[in-house]
């Protein structure tokens, strides 16, 4: 089986634009959930979705949004991008009845913001 | 909001070395995972604890699901270089949602 993948894995943007990650979970996952990673620090939840709806949501801003689609692809969009934004997003995958379920990491997209 | 307390921030060891990490919450879990993360990569499911009072290896990794369900810990026996890295615990409570600790970091002494 694949594993999760991230695309793009390396991302340049400048202050203010708006940028769009994509995830494609293991097959056969309905959850992906996303995370913030800056260094040195640990994982920050970002949000949660499960069947084309999000099901739990961390404490970032509006500005970070995200969506699911039926074959269970997910985006995140982060608009009016500051530099503070600059970080690892990860993004995990699991089977999906419970957040509990083992998730599953890909490699990371990794945003600067200049 | 609820809370992992994950100790130490960091170690410096010799290779060979057994190494000992922890983590602790304010209130009961119903699992704990272990996760390895190497540089520039997404963390790595290393051991997944299901019972309280659980002991599971996996090589030279042992974990175990604490008896008060607020605490696990994870060893690794005879380190070698490639045991470098961020090791992070998380937890799921009883609203199923999957905390994370702020990970420790592994460096082994040349």
């Known amino acids: 089986k694949a594993g999760v993948t991230q695309t793009p894995r390396y991302l340049i943007k400048t202050r203010g634009q708006q940028v769009t990650l994509s995830c494609s979970p293991i097959?056969?996952?309905?959850?992906v959930s996303w995370y913030q990673q800056t260094p040195g620090q640990g994982l920050q939840f970002l949000f949660e979705?499960?069947?084309?709806?999000?099901?739990n949501k961390g404490n970032f801003p509006g500005r970070f949004s995200g969506r699911q689609f039926s074959n269970s692809r997910s985006e995140m969009n982060v608009s009016t991008l500051e530099l503070g934004d600059s970080a690892l997003y990860l993004c995990?995958?699991?089977?999906?009845?419970?957040?509990?379920?083992?998730?599953?990491f890909g490699p990371g997209t990794r945003l600067l913001v200049l | 909001g609820q809370q992992l307390n994950q100790s130490p921030q960091s170690m410096f060891i010799q290779e060979g070395e057994d190494v000992s990490m922890n983590c602790t919450s304010s209130?009961?879990?119903?699992?704990w995972l272990w996760y390895k993360q190497d540089p520039g990569e997404g963390p790595v499911l290393l051991i997944a604890?299901?019972?309280a009072g659980e002991l599971t290896s996996n090589g030279r990794l042992t974990a175990q699901f604490g008896i008060t369900r607020k605490d696990s810990f994870l060893n690794i026996s005879a380190s070698i270089p490639s045991d470098v890295g961020i090791y992070f615990c998380a937890g799921t409570d009883s609203n199923y949602q999957l905390i994370w600790g702020a990970g420790t970091k592994l460096i082994i002494k040349p």
């Open positions: 097959s056969g996952h309905r959850s």
């Open positions: 209130s009961i879990f119903n699992t």
């Open positions: 979705y499960f069947s084309e709806t999000q099901r």
């Open positions: 995990a995958s699991s089977a999906g009845g419970r957040q509990q379920e083992t998730q599953y």
């Open positions: 604890l299901y019972k």
